[in-house]
């Protein structure tokens, strides 16, 4: 059974940062493409950052600069360290991995 669980959301103020974890189990990590996607109210789910296998990263356009997606593959765990918070990054953060989705993590930024 794949489980994705996904930690570190909360309440931070513009300009702060916030880590997120998604610890991995029923799929072979090492291997695996992960992700982090989110949702805000009344939009579609956006892409954050992906990380594949050999550590390569894509980012969304309006992250780029700012968060950093890593992996521990003796952890079985990706990361998302989010700096220069705004706004606008508020929603509900979703792991991803292996086309499978963690229950997701509410990130909210207050101005």
């Known amino acids: 059974q794949v489980q994705l669980v996904e930690s570190g959301g909360g309440l931070v103020q513009a300009g702060g940062s916030l880590r997120l974890s998604c610890a991995a189990s029923g799929i072979i990590f090492s291997i695996a493409r992960m992700g982090w996607f989110r949702q805000a109210p009344g939009n579609e789910r956006e892409l954050v950052a992906l990380?594949?296998?050999?550590?390569?990263?894509t980012y969304g356009d309006s992250v780029k600069g700012r968060f950093t997606i890593s992996r521990d593959n003796a952890k079985n765990t990706v990361y998302l360290q989010m700096n220069s918070l705004k706004p606008e990054d508020t929603a509900v953060y979703y792991c991803?991995?292996?086309?499978?989705w963690g229950q997701g993590t509410q990130v909210t930024v207050s101005s």
């Open positions: 991803y991995g292996s086309g499978h």
């Open positions: 990380i594949e296998s050999g550590g390569s990263a």
